[in-house]
């Protein structure tokens, strides 16, 4: 790994963002207009106040999930991956040129949903701003990382997109969104327990309620963990020789 | 030095469940341009994807200016351009070559200097997307010519040229061979490219045909033309090959 190839490769992927208009504002303000339409659909306070957590840990994950997994299928297909395969580029350069690209664009779009909801839509929380940033940024990580693991999977963009329900629907289904994860059948609890989006919603939700006390930052060390574990799954899919 | 910049021994490829290199040895002087010249499906990009070593390969040996192939100590020494054009298409000609120069390790006025070579600085700041098939394979070109490397493996650089820019690539790579003793392996289909090699590997399936220079394949074959010399070498290999069988 070279810290200067990896900045390189950021840079890079920001310059692709640029000129790229459209995706670069739909990335930002489309989770904002969902949390305003949310808003007014639901049109009470309180269960507001208990689905932003909720919509704050998706977001991120969801896009930076579909972006990197489709970036990276093109990189594949494009013949770009190999030529960077066959240079002095490390194989963690891409991948945290990745992260730290999408990164960034995953902290403008929760810094704009974040100002948006505290202000206008008067989301309260009762606890510092930061926590939920963070746990925002590490669920961000999270989806670029696991959409570059599955990326490796897919032949086409039709497929990669397809990995997007498969990832990502259970995930919320067990994730006590809808049920509380300690009344669902055991088995599902313990599926509940291996996924990493159980930890992220509950690491947000108690970021909301009171910060970062209680199994906060045992829940954020799950979902980091988690990234970097992907990141690594990732960079073995990452091969220098190709039959 | 008088070690070869290529020496393959004894090669062998399997793509899927098909053989593709049938066990093949050759070997390129350093400075000298190799033309890799057969029918397409005839195994050049998969010879050249085993010099660069992002190939998979079977058996055999394939040493680099001295190393095994594709030693992550060669990867900055080899420039490598594929047959399909690997550029960023949604970046602009300069941007793709800053960030393979950075990728390279290769000094920022390199970027200048390899759009003047393969004549794409009126296009710098075009986004690769909207360039045409043949500036698009120039582009790819160019990125293979950062940093200076000492072996270009460079599969089809010309397809979709006019003669004119063709000729002027030509040019420029008899100049890197003869001026900064550069080794280049090159393939192509078009047979009048093959002149301008200092040696020709005439392949087909999987095999080489002969391994010559130019002026001595068009004298052992009694042929005007390389594609003259082609067909009867493939006449000549099929006689002796029922010969044997019967």
């Given at each position: 790994m070279t810290p200067s190839i990896t900045a390189a490769t950021a840079r890079r992927i920001l310059t692709q963002l640029r000129h790229d208009r459209r995706t670069v504002a739909m990335m930002a303000l489309v989770p904002t207009l969902v949390m305003i339409l949310l808003y007014y659909v639901i049109g009470d306070q309180r269960a507001f106040n208990a689905w932003t957590p909720v919509l704050l840990c998706v977001f991120p994950f969801l896009v930076m999930f579909l972006v990197t997994s489709i970036a990276t299928l093109r990189e594949r297909t494009s013949g770009t991956l190999e030529r960077l395969m066959a240079s002095p580029l490390g194989k963690l350069d891409l991948l945290l040129g990745y992260g730290l690209a999408f990164g960034l664009m995953a902290a403008v779009q929760v810094t704009l949903v974040l100002a948006v909801s505290l202000t206008?839509?008067?989301?309260?929380?009762?606890?510092?701003v930061w926590p939920l940033v963070v746990v925002a940024l590490g669920n961000a990580l999270l989806g670029t990382a696991l959409g570059l693991l599955c990326s490796a999977f897919a032949r086409t963009e039709f497929q990669a997109v397809q990995f997007m329900p498969v990832v990502m629907l259970p995930q919320l289904l067990l994730?006590?969104?809808?049920?509380?994860?300690?009344?669902?059948a055991a088995v599902l609890e313990w599926i509940s327990n291996a996924l990493p989006m159980s930890y992220a919603i509950e690491a947000m939700k108690l970021a909301a309620a009171a910060?970062?006390?209680?199994d906060f930052w045992r829940d954020v060390a799950v979902v980091a963990g988690s990234a970097v574990l992907a990141l690594l799954l990732g960079a073995a899919t990452l091969r220098r020789r190709t039959p | 030095m008088v070690s070869s910049a290529v020496a393959v021994r004894d090669l062998r490829v399997r793509r899927g469940r098909r053989e593709?290199?049938?066990?093949i040895s050759f070997d390129v002087p350093r400075g000298t341009v190799l033309g890799l010249i057969?029918?397409?499906?005839?195994?050049k990009t998969t010879l050249m994807r085993s010099i660069v070593g992002v190939q998979v390969v079977g058996s055999g040996d394939v040493t680099v200016l001295g190393e095994p192939?594709?030693?992550?100590?060669?990867r900055a020494r080899v420039g490598y351009s594929t047959q399909s054009p690997a550029v960023y298409?949604?970046?602009?000609v300069a941007e793709n070559l800053a960030y393979f120069a950075s990728v390279l390790g290769a000094p920022k006025n390199d970027v200048g200097r390899v759009l003047g070579e393969v004549g794409l600085e009126a296009e710098a700041?075009?986004?690769?997307?909207?360039?045409s098939g043949g500036q698009r394979s120039r582009a790819s070109l160019a990125v293979a010519l950062l940093?200076?490397?000492e072996l270009l493996v460079l599969d089809?650089?010309?397809?979709?040229?006019?003669p004119v820019l063709r000729n002027e690539l030509w040019d420029l790579f008899r100049g890197l061979a003869a001026g900064r003793g550069v080794t280049l392996v090159v393939s192509s289909h078009?047979?009048?490219?093959?002149?301008?090699?200092?040696?020709?590997?005439?392949?087909r399936e999987g095999e080489i045909l002969a391994d010559d220079s130019p002026g001595a394949l068009r004298g052992r074959t009694g042929t005007e033309d390389l594609e003259g010399a082609f067909l009867r070498l493939i006449a000549e290999r099929e006689k002796t090959g029922t010969a044997r069988r019967t």
């Amino acid at each position: 790994m070279t810290p200067s190839i990896t900045a390189a490769t950021a840079r890079r992927i920001l310059t692709q963002l640029r000129h790229d208009r459209r995706t670069v504002a739909m990335m930002a303000l489309v989770p904002t207009l969902v949390m305003i339409l949310l808003y007014y659909v639901i049109g009470d306070q309180r269960a507001f106040n208990a689905w932003t957590p909720v919509l704050l840990c998706v977001f991120p994950f969801l896009v930076m999930f579909l972006v990197t997994s489709i970036a990276t299928l093109r990189e594949r297909t494009s013949g770009t991956l190999e030529r960077l395969m066959a240079s002095p580029l490390g194989k963690l350069d891409l991948l945290l040129g990745y992260g730290l690209a999408f990164g960034l664009m995953a902290a403008v779009q929760v810094t704009l949903v974040l100002a948006v909801s505290l202000t206008w839509l008067g989301f309260e929380l009762g606890a510092p701003v930061w926590p939920l940033v963070v746990v925002a940024l590490g669920n961000a990580l999270l989806g670029t990382a696991l959409g570059l693991l599955c990326s490796a999977f897919a032949r086409t963009e039709f497929q990669a997109v397809q990995f997007m329900p498969v990832v990502m629907l259970p995930q919320l289904l067990l994730g006590g969104i809808f049920v509380p994860r300690d009344q669902m059948a055991a088995v599902l609890e313990w599926i509940s327990n291996a996924l990493p989006m159980s930890y992220a919603i509950e690491a947000m939700k108690l970021a909301a309620a009171a910060g970062a006390e209680g199994d906060f930052w045992r829940d954020v060390a799950v979902v980091a963990g988690s990234a970097v574990l992907a990141l690594l799954l990732g960079a073995a899919t990452l091969r220098r020789r190709t039959p | 030095m008088v070690s070869s910049a290529v020496a393959v021994r004894d090669l062998r490829v399997r793509r899927g469940r098909r053989e593709v290199l049938h066990g093949i040895s050759f070997d390129v002087p350093r400075g000298t341009v190799l033309g890799l010249i057969g029918p397409s499906g005839c195994g050049k990009t998969t010879l050249m994807r085993s010099i660069v070593g992002v190939q998979v390969v079977g058996s055999g040996d394939v040493t680099v200016l001295g190393e095994p192939a594709g030693s992550p100590g060669l990867r900055a020494r080899v420039g490598y351009s594929t047959q399909s054009p690997a550029v960023y298409d949604d970046l602009t000609v300069a941007e793709n070559l800053a960030y393979f120069a950075s990728v390279l390790g290769a000094p920022k006025n390199d970027v200048g200097r390899v759009l003047g070579e393969v004549g794409l600085e009126a296009e710098a700041r075009q986004i690769a997307r909207t360039l045409s098939g043949g500036q698009r394979s120039r582009a790819s070109l160019a990125v293979a010519l950062l940093g200076g490397p000492e072996l270009l493996v460079l599969d089809e650089p010309t397809v979709g040229l006019d003669p004119v820019l063709r000729n002027e690539l030509w040019d420029l790579f008899r100049g890197l061979a003869a001026g900064r003793g550069v080794t280049l392996v090159v393939s192509s289909h078009v047979m009048d490219e093959a002149s301008r090699c200092d040696r020709l590997l005439l392949m087909r399936e999987g095999e080489i045909l002969a391994d010559d220079s130019p002026g001595a394949l068009r004298g052992r074959t009694g042929t005007e033309d390389l594609e003259g010399a082609f067909l009867r070498l493939i006449a000549e290999r099929e006689k002796t090959g029922t010969a044997r069988r019967t």
